[in-house]
């Protein structure tokens, strides 16, 4: 019989006061009721629970969740200064030249006055010529569909920080 130990990483988090777990997954996501759900069904014997928490979290916010969630996201093109997750995240941007530069602000603009919020994409791994395309295609979408494509690519994004975050903790 093979038994699976905890990551060292995954440990760390698990033993951590509430309040510095609750501070650690609201830098992985701005949504306090998604850290909230996480924080709760903590111990997680393995990242693949955590990760199905996060997932199952996700797919429970509402709208005034989903919100709080997407403003804490810059828009793409514009990583927070001095943010080393943003900048790491839209890396595909770094050599982009600026007439895309211009033209993602512009395409960003035009989204959030449609949408109501910033355009949110998991940049990780795609080239801004992939975002832009990105942009322009969603632009088509009814606020209901891109509700749930915003969801979907914050459910990612999550993923991904919460690896780093148990990985950066072992």
């Known amino acids: 019989m093979t038994t699976t130990s905890t990551p060292p990483g995954l440990t760390r988090f698990n ?3 509430e ?6 997954l609201h830098e992985a996501c701005a949504s ?5 759900r996480v924080l709760v069904a903590r111990p997680y014997p393995t990242m693949e ?3 199905a928490a996060s997932d199952a979290a996700m797919a429970e916010l509402t709208a005034a969740d989903l919100e ?3 403003a804490g996201h810059p828009p793409i093109g514009r990583p927070k200064p001095g943010d080393p997750t943003s900048a790491r ?8 030249s600026e007439e895309l530069k211009a033209e993602l602000l512009e ?3 035009a989204y959030q006055d449609r949408f ?3 355009f949110l994409i998991c940049a990780t791994g795609r080239t801004g010529e992939q975002m832009r395309d990105a942009v322009k295609e969603r632009l088509g979408n009814a606020p209901e569909q891109e509700r749930e494509i915003v969801r979907t690519e914050l459910g990612k994004i999550n993923r991904i920080r919460l690896a780093r975050l148990v990985e950066e903790d072992a």
Do not use: K, S
């Not at 306090?32 to 909230?36: H, N, S």
């Open 89 to 96: 995240e839209q890396r595909g941007m770094a050599d982009a």
């Open 68 to 70: 709080e969630a997407m």
């Open 32 to 36: 306090t009721g998604w850290a909230r």
């Open 19 to 24: 309040h510095a777990a609750l501070a650690a």
């Open 107 to 109: 395409l960003n603009l």
């Open 49 to 51: 629970h955590l990760l």
């Open 15 to 17: 033993d951590l006061e």
């Open 116 to 118: 109501g919020h910033v």
